[in-house]
């Protein structure tokens, strides 16, 4: 069980730094009323499906090569 959590941790936190790194979420920081602070997440669809096609697209090229390296 322990590392069943640690394994889903991982890939949150890897999950998080991607994402940050790609431009898919955006966290900014605004002041409210009476001193308060607010805090909006706003996170990027379209950048993120575009990612995985993309993604998806460079894995099938390479399984493709890797097939014609082996078929020589």
């Known amino acids: 069980m322990r590392n069943l959590l640690a394994f889903l941790a991982a890939v949150v ?7 940050a790194w ?11 009323d009476l001193g308060k602070v607010a805090f909006r997440f ?3 669809a379209v950048r993120i499906g575009q990612d995985a096609v993309n993604a ?3 894995l099938s090229r390479s399984g493709e090569k890797a097939k ?3 078929q020589k």
């Open 13 to 19: 936190l890897i999950f998080l730094g991607l994402g």
């Open 22 to 32: 790609r431009g898919w979420y955006a966290v900014t920081r605004q002041e409210s």
């Open 42 to 44: 706003e996170i990027d």
């Open 56 to 58: 998806a697209k460079a």
């Open 68 to 70: 014609e390296g082996e």
